[in-house]
């Protein structure tokens, strides 16, 4: 069955022309001569694409493509905005509003059937990706101080070396992995924490990310004050996982201390999640709430796994096996003290487990995220 492509033009020379142009290519044609009629048939005529005009008496082309990202129904429909428009700040706004692509008027036949091509095949891409939807590993901390980020980073940095990997830093205002890696740039999570929801798609997201030396694409917070007073709505938290899952097999969340609004929304987007505890009396007391929370959101302990994070002599800290008992809750691994160790990865702005890799400690990074991998 051939491609549907719904044209959107006040211009009737211009539909006859696009229209013939992409029936010779064997694709399906869908037409509307107006903003208005465009939502309409975008819903009722399933297009696979929509090419779309900006200059339209009854409503602008940027608007129509605005609403048609707010709509769950056609938010997916790729969008390329096809006008006489030519200055720079009429692409950026077309890309603002969603658009996927960009063609001037007049375009040469072959152009416009490459662009076509093009975008329809990234369509695709990301429908199948979404069909094998990323495993999502949330980390959070019993409190603050635990280690919580350091844990996240190297084991993202283990699953990196073998496989497309995102970790992803909700923590705004807050955040040192920026910091630790040498990140030059460190707002994209502000960035697309500011969006409506609805305005959050693979473009917007992947526009954010950065690629470390380590392998790892970030997500990133920043550590500028300003960014804890951000009004979060916890649905544009979870639309950016969402994203993130068609970007990538493995994404990974460092979502700091306690359970947030942000973490509570985002237990429904994750596979695992990781509870980075101290062994000592008061930390344990509050991983052991925490965890009785969790399961409040139908959250299953199966999927949790506590790591005890030693900072101390051990004759300072309550055993692991103690600890296990005062939790109910296996443990699943112990992270050695590491003092100079991370000293020097943050210096070399790497992860530990890549500076020093015979490492106790980096070995023991490497066999929980062996363990996490084996539960995929």
Not at 182 to 193: E, H, I, V, W
Request: glycine residues 6%; hydrophobic residues 45%; charged residues 20%.
């Amino acid at each position: 069955m051939a491609e549907r492509i719904l044209i959107v033009d006040d211009d009737l020379d211009s539909l006859k022309l696009i229209g013939l142009m992409l029936q010779r290519q064997g694709y399906d044609i869908s037409v509307a001569h107006s903003g208005q009629q465009a939502l309409s048939k975008a819903q009722t005529d399933n297009p696979s694409l929509i090419i779309l005009d900006i200059m339209m008496p009854d409503m602008d082309g940027y608007e129509v493509c605005r609403r048609l990202r707010q709509n769950p129904a056609t938010q997916p429909i790729p969008i390329i905005m096809f006008t006489a428009k030519t200055m720079v700040d009429d692409k950026v706004a077309g890309f603002e509003a969603g658009a996927d692509d960009y063609l001037t008027k007049p375009t040469h036949p072959a152009e416009l059937a490459s662009r076509v091509k093009a975008v329809l095949a990234r369509s695709a891409a990301q429908r199948h990706t979404a069909a094998d939807r990323a495993h999502t590993i949330g980390f959070i901390g019993a409190k603050g101080g635990v280690g919580t980020t350091t844990l996240a980073l190297n084991v993202a940095a283990s699953f990196a070396q073998r496989d497309n990997t995102i970790l992803a830093d909700f923590r705004p205002g807050q955040s040192t992995l920026g910091l630790s890696l040498g990140a030059t740039r460190s707002t994209g999570m502000a960035n697309l924490l500011s969006r409506p929801a609805s305005e959050v798609n693979a473009r917007t997201v992947e526009n954010e990310l950065i690629k470390h030396s380590s392998g790892l694409r970030l997500l990133l917070s920043s550590a500028r004050p300003k960014e804890m007073q951000m009004s979060v709505n916890p649905e544009t938290a979870a639309a950016i996982v969402a994203q993130l899952g068609m970007l990538a097999r493995f994404v990974f969340l460092d979502l700091g201390a306690g359970l947030s609004p942000i973490a509570v929304r985002l237990l429904q987007e994750m596979d695992q999640l990781i509870l980075a505890v101290e062994p000592n009396r008061v930390a344990l007391a509050l991983a052991r709430a925490l965890l009785q929370e969790v399961e409040q959101y139908a959250f299953s302990q199966s999927r949790a796994h506590v790591v005890l994070i030693s900072r101390t002599q051990s004759s300072l800290q309550i055993p692991w096996q103690e600890a296990e008992q005062m939790l109910s809750h296996e443990i699943a691994a112990v992270i050695s003290p590491m003092p100079e160790l991370a000293f020097q990865a943050t210096e070399a702005n790497a992860p530990l487990i890549l500076l020093q890799p015979n490492s106790l400690v980096a070995n023991q990074y490497t066999k929980l995220a062996e363990s996490l991998a084996h539960a995929v």
